[in-house]
């Protein structure tokens, strides 16, 4: 498995950055950063959301060049100009979306990045890939198409692959952020493997206990300056310290339910190759907030989409506020009420290339003549910016924003009286503090009656801010549970499909 | 803060663009032994020298102005609308049809003129919404969509002129009967430029400029075209869109083989859409979609165009090569766009 095309060949590979500095526009991203990173260790980069991390990591492997400063691979200066440049280098970057081809099978995802040789052979790529993915444990099926995957299967992939070019080095950007629990427990042993092997593993997140469980050594950046650097072991309360310069506490959860129902399922039935949903009944109350809990590509996507019509039931009904909205299209769905915010938010959520003000153009309600009142969308788009904390410009194109501050924008274009919002992963990628934020504003909802149905893979998330919880566990839903007599350990098993016997007393097999 | 800076180092390639192009085909000029200079002094000649060749630079600038309005339609909801060139043929077919329908009664001409130049959108109109089903209804790519369809336009052409439509007694790729001259678009004077076709071309573009700029309607075929499925979650009927932008280009490139008809030629011939389809779809890529440029860039090619009929009379060259000049220019101005965005970086 030993890589043909690497520029230089070596097993080790010390990574040191001197004075790098990037500017991108008026913010200051990465303000004169020093680093050395060792191989052998798993290095940690903390910092909230816009802190400059993901800047620092895209100068590392190419993705963009650094106004000033200098890299240093084993004491030599190098200039890396594109990514291809820098894999030649020995470092790869995994990225908080993953760059794969969804339409192609995963081998040839996997051969695509090869150099050399017209016919990409097949068979010993196979070879290499099944010896590969048996080191770490992991078990994908290389004839599988890659847009069945999960984002966890995706990044094992991505994992492999980069190894399989001959990384030294490797670059995982917010890597825990919509995986299962189980996949990142595997993605953290094979890192410990990769560590133990000498690559250098860097370790960008924001979250403490990913950082903790993981790395050696931490460095926190906090707007785009380096504040400081710790080894392990950490203490909790200082790394939020240094990442926000003072300390926060979750909000509380309040049940604001009432008795009205907004939603109902009726023996629903829906099928998503390869998944299979059915029986399902539910009645979601108003001002009411249902966490869905399971390993990713469980099925709670598919039942989300089901209930805003992106999937259309097979049997069974979909009644919103005394209406059967079984077979009736999404914008159908939006008329009466109901608002989706899916998970990858510059494909489904926003539309790049367009400005925050003609977003609020679009989404919404209000002075719909012939003609775009410009003005009145620009002070709208400003009264948004500044409720919502958004950090930008009406005339500013929405791809520029950080993912926290787009996901912001995402929240704030909702309009006001909406019956349900159904959210995919509504905090991934977001720090601390603005995941307390958009949970606070959602509450703000919750009290005006609106109900919220939510996915996510932070099972903490669900258990602070649910009032009831549904589990999936392929294909299967559990009853309703109450969230405040959950512990955190029960719905991890029950994630991991143990205990559905014991605890909902069903017959069905698992 | 920096805008101003920006806009001129974009106008700087531009010019560039417009430099390399000049360059480029002064070296072809050389390489077949002619002189470039004289040639393009030809070239502006031909297409400034007196009004009559004024007037016909004009003649070829409203079908040009009016398709590239249309195309501005269809580029904004993110589609490559190759079959332009059958929407005009489909246009003029419509119109000669219906003419022909009202020849001998006795309705007015004005009348007659103003039916057959709205059947002719309608037929552009249809040509592009067939175009627009294959696309959303039969997950047909645009283009391949266009060029089938272009050449059932073409066929369908000659067809009629060969057989149906063909003069009594000869078929000629002269084509069809030409109309007696009360049911011709009036011009000035002697000159062949028809005050009503550029009244036309000049609405059309005030139209197509405040759509895609101040409407509700404009701005979410540029979210359509910029993010499908995004678009489509802010509750924007996604293919209706992209339909609708479909049927407002064949309506403007309908209008265009309208006008070839009634104001150019007075009768329907085989090459009735003169390749004005393509051209347009250069002017868009060189004016960047951009409405406000459209004006004058058609201006100069269609001057090129004109102009470039000296070139085989005097220095017997082919007058193709203002061809050549057009498609470089649109080349070089979009790799030194590259350059550009290399150069500035990116965002």
Redesign the interface.
Known sequence: MSSPFLKIKREKMNVEFKNINKH?G?VHANVDINLSIKSGSIFGILGENGAGKSTLMKVLSGFIQPDSGEILLDDKVVTIDSPADAINYGIGMLHQDPLDFPPMRLIENFIVGQKGGLVPSYKSTMKDFEELQKKFGFSLDPEAYVDTLTVGERQQLEILRLLWMGANALILDEPTTGISSLQKEKLFAALKILAEQGKTIIFVSHKLEDVEALCSRVAILRKGILVGEVPAPFDSDELVEMMFGKVITLGERNNLSQEKVVLELKDLYVEQYPLRIENVNFQLRAGEVIGLAGMEGSGQDILLRACVGLIRPISGKVIVKEKDLSHKN??EY?ENGVS?L?ASR?????????TLA??F???GDEK?????D?DYFKEKAEKMIDEYHIIGRPDLNVE?LSGGNQQRAALS?LKNSLSIILLEHPTRGLDIESAIYMWGKLKERCQQGTSIFFISGDLEEILQYSDRILVFFSGHVSPPMDASTTTLDQLGQLIGGKGWKQVFDTKEKL | MNKSRTRSISLLFQLGGLVFSLLFVSIILILVKSQPLEAFRLIWEGATGNATRISSVLVVWVPLLLVTCGLLSTFTTGMWNIGIEGQITVGAIFTTGVMRLFLETSLSPVLVITISILAGMIGGAIWAGLAGVLKTFGGVNEIFGGLGLNFIATALNIGLIFGAWSRPGVASMSGTEPFPEQFWLPTFQNFRVSIWSIAFAIIGLVIIYFMLQGTHFGLRLKAVGKGMKSAFRMGIPTWQHMMLSFIICGLFAGLAGAIQVTAVYHRLIPSISSGYGFMGLMIAMLINYQAIWLAPIALFFAALNIGGIQLPIVLKLDSSLTGVLQGSLVLFVMISQGVKQKFLGRK
């Not at chain 1, 510059?346 to 367009?354: C, F, H, I, N, T």
């Open positions: 991108f008026p999404y914008l939006m989706f899916p510059l494909e489904e959520g926003l539309v790049p290339g367009l003609e977003h153009t679009i989404a719909k003549g012939l003609f775009i410009k520029s274009l």
